[in-house]
């Protein structure tokens, strides 16, 4: 393969990962859209949805060890195609979660809830920004904005911590809001494990540029 032909292939697979990341945003932003307008058919479109970020994520994986097999690429290119495996792994899973929130709210459709969900989605609304932001990052390259978004996730925490406060209080209050409200806790949590994955992308990034690996926000 020929330098310009190996670029080209880089420049697919990176273009195929933007894609990835896109897809997982929406359905982050869409899975608690359908819990809190508790719209089925959303979070069917969330589950459904989630097939195509698990092919894509194949397509990244077949492709990096494709390349690594016939190119045996070193320095500054093995680092970003290794970093793209890694990246496409917590994405997938970031899309899993999403998928799990939107599984909540078909569960929890028909149920009125037991109090106004007004942290969750603004847990959620900071998280997609975390990721947004975490994509932007990575097509700059700019290790410094990774540095500060892996900071934003003790915002996260502290949102789960309210979160968590207040559904525990209510569940407290009456036993027949345990239910309901121990599937809101998974939904923060899974809010919460999404912002860590965020977490992981940053430092993938950092390792791109300075072949570091360095645990972030710990």
Same mark, same amino acid.
């Given at each position: 393969?020929?330098?310009?032909? %190996?670029?080209?292939?880089? $420049? ?7 894609? &990835? +990341? ?6 982050? %932003? ?12 959303? +979070? ?20 990096? %060890? ?20 890694? #990246? ?18 078909? @569960? ?9 969900? #007004? ?10 920004? &975390? ?17 500060? #978004? +892996? ?19 209510? &569940? ?19 809010? $919460? @494990? ?13 390792? &791109? ?10």
């Amino acid at each position: 393969m020929k330098r310009q032909s %190996f670029d080209d292939h880089l $420049e697919h697979l990176h273009r195929t990962l933007l894609s &990835m +990341a896109t897809l997982v945003e929406e359905n982050v %932003f869409k899975s608690v859209k359908s819990l809190v307008d508790q719209n089925d058919v959303l +979070a069917h479109h969330v589950i459904k949805q989630d097939e195509v970020i698990n092919s894509l994520e194949l397509e990244i994986e077949m492709g990096c %060890f494709r390349t690594i097999a016939l190119q045996q690429p070193v320095g500054s290119d093995l680092r970003k195609i290794g970093s793209m495996l890694k #990246i496409s792994a917590d994405l997938e899973r970031m899309g899993d979660y999403a998928t799990s929130i939107s599984k909540t709210a078909i @569960r929890l459709r028909s149920e009125e809830y037991v109090k106004p969900l #007004i942290d969750i989605p603004k847990m959620a609304t900071y998280v997609s920004e &975390m990721v947004r932001d975490a994509l932007n990052a990575y097509v700059a390259s700019d290790q410094e904005e990774a540095l500060k #978004i +892996a900071k934003r996730d003790d915002v996260v925490d502290k949102y789960y911590s309210t979160i968590f406060d207040d559904l525990i209080m209510v &569940m407290q209050q009456d036993s027949k809001n345990i239910h309901q409200g121990s599937h809101l806790l998974l939904v923060a949590q899974y809010l $919460e @494990r999404i912002a860590d994955h965020v977490t992981n992308i940053c430092e993938w990034i950092v390792y &791109m540029k300075t072949g570091e690996i360095k645990a972030l926000n710990i």
